[in-house]
């Protein structure tokens, strides 16, 4: 059963995808596919729930083929920007650094293009805190880990010229599976959902 | 349509859930308490083989029942059966009022402080209750009080507030940093009661908690208990590269190993 859940995910995402490759293909068919491209888009963002992170990251795109994309995802997330002092409770660093790779294929479209992406990588996370309550002793604590990081990244390009407006969403599956879909909650998943904005400059 | 059929297929496999424990080993019954003015949906899981007139067995309450009961009746039977010891009643406590009242001590922005009036029901209805209907060890040793979060910090309530109810306290991702921590002023006011009696303490949290407020309150109590408990068994455990929730179920698991190996 475990198994089956983990290739539920991406099974649906790439059915899905082609699925609307299909339906969109007629519509854009005469819609020229520019040959092999490498874009880099360099964009910052937040993961909105629960506690607000600040996201700066880089994306590069190689556009393989008119429907395969080579991605490579790079981000430095400043964790909880606005919980750093909360009931005595200090924060004294806390950030995420992470690199993934994956597949995607594109959509495309008069003005824009629509990449679906599948990612894996690492992710290397770093906090400390302490409780500086005056009337208990001062304590501290930290953590430093690395762990897996994959999920799926939906990337909009505006623009058919060397510059373009890049919006990406990025779905972390791991922490996997899901415990709950409550996007106020504090958990690892739909918690997480990064939104992030950019320029984007296409390189041939 | 066609195209639909593999993605629904997907959806109808993924979505199959584990069967709830046996629902012949269940009993389920209502208690209105006096103490908190609310009804609490009460489930019992007797264990295999559950002879009442030759044998007496220890206990677990389990908070957010609704939630984790099948889980910890489930592998309450299959720790016991790998340690070769005798099983449990698993006793889940339902929701009768909201949770972020029942299970915080004081009144504060998060939550209605109604966890004293909730450990009256506890102590005074329904352990009472249970150990007069079922074949149940009625000694503190054999009682233990299970939560996850705020149900935590109400295992954390029971330990420093009513320390003469249970003997095993299993603490998952408990929710110290409470109203500035009130957990730790408990502690402390409650220290020289609770100091010597046994007890076996299980303390878990996930790696990933990183949200400004749940390591170092932990990190404070579980140091308190480590320098001040001389009677303590303890286990302190960072599930890894998992979150609040994430780290729930495992540590559960963790924690019903050290108490079956441990009690």
Known sequence: ?204 | MKKLIPILLVFVIASCQKEDFSADLTEAFSIESTSSGANYPIKVALPENYSPETQTYATIYVLDGEQDFDFVAENCKKISNEFSTSNVLVVSIGYGNDRVDDYTPTKAKEGGGGAEKFMQFIENELIPRIESNYAVDTLRSSRTILGHSFGGLLGAYAFTNHNSVFGNYLMLSPSIWYDNEIMLRLEQENRNINSNNHQLVYLGLGQLENEGRMFAPFEAFHQRLQNYYDYIAMQRHIEQHLDHMGSKNPNILKGLNFYFKFR
């Open chain 1, 1 to 204: 059963m475990k198994i089956a859940k983990f290739l539920f995910i991406p099974f649906f995402l790439l059915k899905l995808s082609a699925l609307l490759a299909q339906n969109d293909y007629h519509a854009n068919i005469h819609q020229d596919f520019p040959g092999q491209t490498l874009k880099i888009a360099p964009a910052i963002g937040l993961n909105p729930w629960p506690t607000s992170d600040l996201v700066i990251s880089n994306l590069v795109q190689w556009d393989i083929k008119k429907r395969l994309s080579l991605v490579s995802y790079t981000a430095y997330t400043y964790n909880s920007v606005f919980l750093r002092n909360f009931n005595y409770i200090k924060t004294n660093y806390n950030y995420s650094l992470s690199q993934k790779v994956g597949v995607g294929t594109t959509l495309y479209s008069k003005r824009a293009s629509h990449t679906f992406s599948l990612l894996g990588g690492i992710k290397y996370n770093s906090f400390k805190e302490t409780l500086e309550n005056p009337d208990f002793e001062k304590v501290s604590a930290s953590v430093s880990s690395v762990s897996p990081d994959f999920g799926g990244m939906y990337h909009l390009q505006v623009g058919k010229k060397k510059f373009f407006f890049s919006y990406r969403m990025y779905l972390p599956l791991y922490p996997y599976p899901v415990q709950r879909l409550d996007i106020t909650a504090i958990d690892g998943n739909i918690a997480n959902l990064s939104l992030e904005f950019g320029l984007g400059v296409r390189l041939k």
